[in-house]
């Protein structure tokens, strides 16, 4: 298992970029699928992006070409790099993760963080 906890949110102005950053503490990091979620005010949590144990990696359409997911398996850190933000990017930022799967990347985590919040004024 893993424990991820995330780092790396604020306060940024429409237009601008905040880098955050999932330290996942536990065994066998590299054999584990990884992903961000975020959850606005009054909304459901949504899928964000995520990364296989392999490397491939998968983004939700509101973000594509904006947002960059990575991993490091050596340091068992996984990064979400966020430029050209937008007011609806605003919400609580959760990492998580599972044992390496053939689910869909934004299904079926079951380790996870407590949050970071991005704010992002007009």
């Known amino acids: 298992q893993v424990r991820p906890v995330e780092s790396g949110g604020g306060l940024v102005q429409d237009g601008g970029s905040l880098r955050l950053s999932c330290a996942a503490s536990g065994r066998a990091f590299m054999r584990h699928d990884m992903a961000w979620f975020r959850q606005a005010p009054g909304k459901e949590r949504e899928f964000v992006a995520g990364?296989?144990?392999?490397?491939?990696?998968a983004y939700a359409d509101s973000v594509k070409g904006r947002f960059t997911i990575s991993r490091a398996n050596a340091k068992n850190t996984v990064d979400l790099q966020m430029d050209t933000l937008k007011p609806e990017d605003t919400g609580v930022y959760y990492c998580a993760g599972r044992v390496q799967s053939t689910l869909p990347i934004s299904r079926g985590y079951v380790y996870w963080g407590q949050g970071t919040q991005v704010t992002v004024s007009s």
């Open positions: 990364i296989h144990a392999t490397g491939g990696s």
